[in-house]
């Protein structure tokens, strides 16, 4: 079966979505006063050469983060050293910490192998680092990831090590060993052959369906009711199931195999919404799947597991935007303040949006954007904890404007500034003046 749920073909929402439904080509704010730059330089703690890992950031950090269940770490753009870096260290400090669930933006099955990886087991590395499917993980910075992951859970008891999840249900390898489908069907072989048939004729009438609509541009209505009809069938025939697949294949995996069926019922949902250009809802619903798909694994894993999320900006800050919803605004509202996001922001420099004339070149921001104001103040990279800042500086963060949000396949311009603010979009802001693109593997 051809991968149906193609990006291209149905046109899946990609973070542009988001960015053009709040984009400003230019900003009229003004510029930070000299009070504001004065606040920004005393109550802005450096990272210096040793980044969060440095005694002072780190007490920081982790008062910052001591009493969250979850931790988003989000990134301004999709390709940038400095922030994959820091958001190693923020890991590498929070399962010192306690933390036991690190989960990605990247497809909910195929993250499989990367998790077994990480636990240690014979995988090879350079097939953990496909499994992530997107090509903006595929650097030498996450690869980094993994192994610091891989060391730390080779020191731990099998209950103490941490886990690596995807919370992503968009997945292009839905025909492939890593698929969701084809994950899903092996393990329904194990204990019930009828099952896996009907499941998978479910999953092949709902792909030639997509097929005809991807080639027509559109879903008709009726092949709308009739796709989402089959993929609700199949979620609903494994969920009946629950009990013989738990008393064959043990608890964990016969839950995973419920939760897989119905988050390809819910990418179906997307699928539908984008291709009928509905892009905002298909962010929304991919972002409220992503959200709970995370949650999830936090009660599966026990109600002590802390978890952090790696992702972009504009998943994990807190954001509603006419409607348009992040995985951070509906985290928010299951945990409130149990949830600490940690957004990132930059004056300018060097990043990759996964094109082949990388790296691309932001310039240096106006000073009258937060980024520019920021770059003005500050010649190293910073932390600010957004809830504790205080007079002029917290004033300015809930009120001053323009920010550079960058998404992969260069369809954003690094001169469009968005308009938000700081706070409450997130609760702890990493700034670096200036950026270095990623480094990419082969």
């Known amino acids: 079966m051809k991968n149906v749920y193609a990006a291209r073909a149905l046109r ?3 973070l542009a979505t988001i960015m053009l ?54 990134e301004a753009t999709h390709g940038t050293r400095e922030f994959f870096v820091y958001k190693n260290q923020a890991i590498q400090l929070l399962i010192q910490n306690g933390t036991r669930i690190v989960a990605f933006e990247a497809p909910w099955a195929a993250t499989r192998s990367v998790n077994a990886y990480v636990q240690g087991d014979p995988v090879p590395e350079t097939a953990a680092m ?45 025909t492939t060993g890593d698929g969701t489908m084809a994950q899903l069907d092996t393990l329904l072989r194990r204990t019930d052959p009828l099952l896996a048939n009907q499941v998978k004729q479910n999953y092949a009438t709902a792909g030639a369906i997509a097929d005809t609509a991807t080639r027509a541009g559109r879903f008709t209505s009726a092949q709308v009711t009739r796709f989402t009809t089959v993929l609700r069938q199949a979620s609903t025939a494994v969920a009946a ?91 928010r509202r299951t945990l409130g303040n149990a949830l600490v996001s940690v957004g990132f922001s930059f004056g300018g420099g060097q990043y990759n949006a996964n094109v082949p004339n990388d790296p691309q070149t932001a310039p240096p921001a106006p000073s009258s954007t937060v980024d520019g104001a920021l770059a003005a103040a500050l010649t190293t990279p910073a932390w600010f904890d957004l809830r504790t800042v205080t007079g002029a500086l917290a004033t300015w963060f809930t009120q001053a404007k323009g920010t550079r949000w960058l998404g992969a396949g260069g369809d954003s311009s690094p001169t469009t500034y968005l308009p938000l603010t700081m706070r409450p979009t997130f609760d702890a802001l990493i700034f670096v003046p200036t950026i270095t693109a990623s480094r990419k593997l082969p």
């Open 12 to 14: 899946l929402p990609t």
């Open 21 to 74: 439904v709040v984009a400003c080509q230019s900003n009229t704010e003004p510029a930070a006063t000299p009070e504001v730059v004065a606040e920004i330089r005393a109550q802005a703690t450096s990272l210096g050469d040793s980044g969060l890992l440095a005694s002072a950031v780190r007490q920081r950090v982790l008062q910052s983060t001591s009493s969250a269940t979850v931790v988003t770490l989000g």
């Open 130 to 174: 496909t499994a992530l499917q997107y090509n903006v993980w595929r650097t030498e910075e996450v690869r980094d990831l993994l192994r610091m992951l891989r060391a730390a859970n080779a020191t731990r008891s099998a209950s103490e090590r941490v886990q690596f999840v995807g919370v992503d249900p968009q997945d292009y390898g839905f």
């Open 241 to 331: 199931a629950a009990p013989q697949l738990a008393a064959s294949l043990g608890p964990s995996d016969a839950a995973w195999a419920v939760r897989s069926a119905e988050v390809l019922r819910l990418f179906g949902d997307q699928a539908v919404k984008s291709g009928a250009g509905d892009e905002d809802g298909a962010f929304t619903l991919r972002d409220s799947v992503m959200a709970d798909n995370l949650l999830w694994w936090a009660q599966r894993s026990g109600t002590t597991r802390r978890a952090v999320l790696w992702g972009h900006n504009g998943h994990t800050g807190v954001v509603d935007t006419d409607g348009v919803r992040s995985t951070g605004w509906f985290l």
